[in-house]
């Protein structure tokens, strides 16, 4: 294993967990930009193209704080995702749990190859979870064993059987008392 190797696959990982931030963030500062265009508007004359680009403005900057809060926020809670890599390097399984409001979650484990940003969805589930309700463990270079909890409230859980040409085994793992 060389550190060409290495580095690899922490670039792709660290580029896909910050590609969705960096959109958001790219359109805050858009948005941003265009408001103070707007509002600072000083070549027009006192009239009323003056008037109607002081208004376009004004109607931008709601959603230009809204994204600057929702871009702040994302970059701030989102936890980055686990990362399991395959016994050749070759593949990787990425888990991303995101805490939703009032058991509004989702965990979601995505296959791709390790020096490919691309990725196919193994797995799926929105309810109720936590890091550790899904597990994952490499069986070889090409099968991977994802283990999660039956959602007895009727929500999507999906498991396929291949992703990313990685054979995939479902494993229901047996509730926990209370």
Same mark, same amino acid.
Request: glycine share 8%; aromatic share 12%; proline share 6%.
């Given at each position: 294993m060389s550190w060409v190797e290495l580095d690899t696959v922490a670039i792709t990982e660290t580029i896909m967990f910050l590609k969705?931030?960096?959109?958001?963030l790219?359109?805050?500062?858009l948005l941003t930009v265009a408001t103070t265009i707007l509002i600072r508007r000083n070549r027009l004359s006192s009239g009323w193209a003056h008037k109607v680009a002081f208004g376009l403005?004004?109607?931008?900057?709601?959603?230009?704080a809204l994204s600057i809060l929702i871009a702040g926020c994302s970059l701030i809670y989102m936890d980055k995702p686990h990362v399991f890599v395959s016994p050749d390097r070759k593949h990787v399984a990425d888990l991303t749990y995101e805490a939703g409001f009032l058991g509004r979650d989702s965990?979601?484990?995505s296959i791709r190859s390790s020096n490919n940003?691309?990725?196919?969805?193994? /797995?799926? /589930?929105?309810?109720p979870s936590s890091w550790e309700d899904t597990t994952i463990r490499w069986l070889d270079n090409k099968s991977l064993?994802?283990?999660?909890y039956p959602d007895s409230g009727g929500r999507r859980q999906e498991c396929n059987n291949a992703a990313a040409g990685v054979h995939i085994y479902c494993k229901l793992l047996i509730p926990r008392q209370p």
């Open positions: 969705p931030k960096l959109e958001l790219a359109i805050a500062v403005g004004l109607c931008l900057a709601v959603p230009t965990t979601v484990v940003m691309h990725s196919e969805e193994a /797995y799926l /589930y929105f309810g064993e994802i283990g999660y």
